[in-house]
């Protein structure tokens, strides 16, 4: 509970909030240039189950907007490897 203080310290969230938040589900369509981002806020925050769906592969040339990826990720499935990226 330590990493998540800042949120539980919000009268708005507090303990009860965070504990919503880690017994939620969330499904994200696309681990591009969109969905990147908002995967790691996800994971930041604490969401307890993250589901992925890309079925297209890491791309050298998306790299500077998809920053979950790394040049050695290039030709790897999106899903896979951004669901690697977050949980580590």
Avoid: H, W
């Amino acid at each position: 509970m330590k990493r998540y203080q800042q949120q539980i310290a919000l009268p708005e969230i507090g303990i009860t909030g965070q504990k919503k938040l880690a017994e939620a589900k969330v499904l994200v369509i696309g681990a591009g240039g969109l969905g990147c981002p908002v995967l790691q806020q996800l994971a930041a925050a604490g969401i307890g189950c993250i589901g992925i769906v890309d079925g297209d592969v890491v791309e050298e040339s998306n790299l500077n907007r998809q920053m979950l990826y790394t040049l050695s990720d290039c030709g790897k499935n999106k899903a896979i490897t951004a669901a690697a990226a977050i949980f580590k």
